[in-house]
């Protein structure tokens, strides 16, 4: 885990952290919110940190057969560390297709997988995508994300036997900006 200080200015510059009172996805209220769906506007930006993030791939998972992307914070994290690596890319939906194929994983067949997303708070919505991933034949045991808020998601990991890994934590974030 990197400090949070280059992270810190990159979320600064961008408007992608902002502070109020914010209902997360997980149901849990926060006074801070994380936006990196902004930095797909910032392409510089999002550049660097896929770049932070492709880092921290190559150190912890050396062999994935493909990234697999949360729906929907984790596709272009995926997609990009995908085209670095020249790796096939899927992604996991939120509930499965009602209609087509109705699928709930897209893009890549079965295959030793690292997913991919962009905040952990509880991880309930990794546990989900793992879930779902290996009802469907993929093999799972690393999850990574850029930022880590400490509120659970790698213990309910550990109870899957999935390595939660970040490029930095909230709180490692918030000390950066109050320097």
């Not at 930095?39 to 791939?57: G, H, I, Q, T």
């Not at 596709?75 to 209609?99: D, E, F, H, Q």
């Amino acid at each position: 885990m990197l400090d949070g200080s280059l992270l810190a200015s990159v979320l600064q510059r961008t408007g992608s952290i902002k502070r109020g009172r914010f209902r997360l996805s997980s149901g849990i209220e926060s006074t801070v919110y994380i936006d990196l769906r902004r930095l797909l506007a910032y392409p510089r930006d999002f550049s660097l940190v896929l770049s932070m993030l492709n880092v921290l791939l190559s150190r912890v998972h050396p062999s994935p057969e493909c990234i697999i992307g949360v729906a929907t914070g984790g596709i272009p994290w995926a997609v990009g560390l995908g085209l670095l690596n020249s790796m096939p890319v899927g992604y996991v939906r939120a509930s499965r297709k009602g209609y087509g194929l109705s699928k709930s994983v897209e893009g890549v067949d079965p295959c030793r997988a690292v997913v991919v997303d962009d905040v952990a708070t509880t991880g309930g919505s990794l546990e989900a995508a793992v879930n779902t991933l290996r009802e469907e034949g993929y093999r799972v045991d690393s999850a990574l994300v850029i930022v880590d808020r400490g509120m659970g998601a790698a213990e309910r990991l550990r109870r899957l036997s999935v390595r939660l890994y970040s490029l930095t934590s909230l709180d490692a974030i918030i000390g950066a900006l109050e320097e």
